[in-house]
């Protein structure tokens, strides 16, 4: 079932963040159950990981405190879910959790579906052509390409505190003109803030050249083929959110990243193009990340460490591993902040685990 919620209620989740740790956790299996949902199950042995080594990796995260913000870790094998743990609550593998940035992600794949439908004719398209309010802002309207947003170049200044801040307060009205007001900081294409309001620019972009609401081509085109059935988008007026917003289940994160793995495809079905994946990962901006990564087209690509990632606030994340064929995903605590927050470079450590247990 498909769900679309006023931002205003997610809001909801950032407004008390964690300001100590809970007491105690609750350890469950990591053994996963076979739901029917298009998940084949395998033992960790049968495709080439340390059961040991899983064993007690997964020990150590159950230990108190050390890795006390972490909900759940899934595990993938050539294409086989190995490895489930909930280290809270059972009741987390069919809870909608919110990925926060790892939004962006998806995002980026549905950019590709655009592109290969003829939504949108090419990376170098005048991204907000034809879209409200722009005649306030001719000067966008001629410059900013597709490629700018989802390389995050618009130019536009956007601060992923205060104005997401304030995006997250609104309670009515769209998002695209306070983002259209931030002030120029550069030219487009010429300098990488990571922002969050050149992901919704890339959405509306798409929006305005469909013939029907985002949500129900999206739904359509990529939830339902891919096996999401249950998900929640955060909306403004009815247009969810770019740069956040969405609520998947730990086993549909996971799908999304193993979607990319298998470039693009979902059993004998292209979703979206081989071409499409590897132009994605092409890394597109140095040190974005900083020393852990580039950015692509809105995916974070390792710098140190193999393939790439999926990343939002709270800690969380979905890391692939081409070479190994292996995926490794977490959610975590989701209003966690600062020191408190499950950062990337923590959590690849986990994944660099997850890799260094690979048998064959």
Known sequence: MTRHLPIALLSLLGAACLTEAP???TSTSSVPVDLNDGWPIATPESVGLDPAALGELVDELRA???FWQLRSLLIAREGHLVSETYLRSLADIDRLHPIWSCTK?????????ALNEGVLESVDERALAGLPYMSAH???ADSVRVEDLLTMRSGLHFDEAD???AILRRSSGPALPYILSRPRRSSPGDAFQYSSGDSHLLLEGIRARLDEPFSQWAERE???PLGIESYEWATYDGVPFGGWGLMLRPRDLLRVAQLVLDRGNVGARTLVSESWIEEMLTPRVSDAGGELADFGYQWWIRRRGEGFYMAGSGGQFAVVFPR??????????PDTDGALELSAETFLGIADRVANAVTR
């Open 163 to 165: 104005d997401a801040a």
């Open 138 to 140: 001719p000067g966008l």
């Open 64 to 66: 108190w405190p050390d």
């Open 324 to 333: 190994l064929q292996l995926v490794v995903s977490g959610t975590s605590e």
């Open 105 to 113: 992600q998806v995002l980026g794949i549905l950019t590709g579906v």
């Open 222 to 224: 990529f939830f339902r």
């Open 23 to 25: 007491t105690s956790p």
